[in-house]
């Protein structure tokens, strides 16, 4: 069935991504290459104030991993932003943007002992932890640091559910909690309910984790810092609840699973900061046909899973697709430029294209800000990497 599409003076931006008009404004004057990654830095400010308001009193420390930027960086030093760092070379990237060391985290799980005297020697004193060997390197190497249990959070409901790899159970937590509290280092705990969360709840079971967790450790008494990961989500097609949702969920959590405990407080977003920020233009580099298959018209961009659209691996992350191109629209296969097989983007549900569109024609993905310039590859099949734009 075909539908109607917008004309090319009026192109539909998807709701929640109008704020990226600084991306739009760029996109449309830029004459270079695609694709290409326009970012809106005021955006990514209104993001981190917003949620410094959602969450009164709570430190963000920034996963940098989701767009390491040095504009972005610059931008959240400026703003009191702490820092989320997954090695050693994110933590010296962030110290030469003026982060200082103690609103550094040291959030990866898994490091070499080498590491972790690194960081302590650069002044780090918060790592994430979720096993006893890995404990002994915080004992060896970063003497007075805090150490912060990583629990295994449920993530059912989230685009990217992160509930295998990292994080532990309660009765090891709490047993790592107490050896590091009679070692002498600071403690507190931490979790992370996925990535692009889409159910405010899921911060409540975690928080119920925490509480048990501090509560058969033993460690009730001391002060403990609370880092409540990330999870908050950018707006993509499929829909998500606005922030105040989330704080309110979070706030209640705290209240009714926390009350008593004295609590410093942390947060590391990623994508909710940078995602609504980027808008990425791609162009098309073919329309075909496949005769017999369920949605037979392929279209063809030039940026996939190996220019920075990794997420869109299995579908689980639907960036919204515009385009200034008019006329009714039917259903299209997505797929990026490599011969690999694996670089299609939407198949398993179509995206509503114009039928007009063809080779050189523009499209644009919206909430592209985050996990796609730190995951596009250096020049797979002989494509040129993403280019960013600061807009």
């Known amino acids: 069935m075909l539908k109607q599409c917008g004309s090319d003076e009026n192109e539909h931006v998807p709701p929640g991504n109008a704020l990226a008009t600084g991306a739009l404004d760029f996109l449309d004057a830029d004459t270079g290459r695609t694709p290409v990654l326009a970012l809106d830095l005021g955006v990514v400010a209104d993001r981190y104030r917003a949620l410094v308001s959602a969450l009164p009193g709570t430190q963000v420390f920034y996963a940098m991993k989701a767009n390491p930027h040095p504009a972005v960086l610059d931008l959240l030093s400026s703003l009191g932003c702490g820092i989320d760092a997954a090695s050693t070379n994110e933590i010296d990237q962030a110290l030469a943007h003026g982060i200082a060391p103690e609103l550094i985290s040291y959030g990866n799980t898994v490091r070499r002992g080498s590491e972790v005297a690194h960081a302590t020697a650069a002044g780090i004193r918060l790592f994430a932890v979720d096993d006893q060997s890995e404990l002994d390197k915080l004992i060896d190497h970063a003497p007075g640091a805090a150490a912060l249990v990583r629990l295994n959070a449920e993530g059912s409901a989230a685009a990217w559910p992160l509930s295998r790899k990292f994080g532990t159970d309660v009765a090891t937590a709490a047993s790592i909690l107490r050896r590091a509290a009679d070692a002498g280092l600071g403690v507190g705990a931490t979790f992370h309910v996925g990535s692009q969360q889409s159910d405010p709840a ?77 808008v990425i233009e791609a162009e098309v580099i073919g329309v075909v046909e496949r005769p017999g298959q369920e949605c037979s018209r392929w279209v063809f961009v030039d940026v996939g899973l190996f220019q920075g659209l990794s997420e869109a691996s299995g579908e689980t992350i639907r960036y919204p697709l515009t385009t200034k191109v008019a006329g009714p629209t039917a259903p299209a296969v997505v797929a990026g430029p490599t011969c690999d097989s694996t670089d299609i983007l939407y198949e398993l549900r179509p995206v509503d294209l114009p039928v007009a569109l063809t080779s050189g024609d523009r499209i644009r993905l919206h909430g592209a800000g985050a996990y796609t310039v730190s995951c596009s590859s250096l020049g797979f099949n002989g494509f040129e990497p993403l280019r960013v734009e600061i807009a």
Request: charged share 20%.
């Open 202 to 278: 899921s911060w409540d079971h975690a928080l119920e984790q925490v509480a048990e967790t501090v509560d058969l450790a033993g460690v009730a008494d001391r002060p403990l810092v609370l880092n409540l990961g990330g999870g908050l989500p950018s707006t993509l097609a499929d829909p998500t609840p606005a922030l105040d949702a989330f704080a309110d969920a979070i706030l209640r959590g705290i209240d009714a699973r926390l009350d008593g405990l004295d609590l410093t407080f942390a947060i590391e977003p990623g994508r909710f900061l940078v995602g609504d920020a980027g």
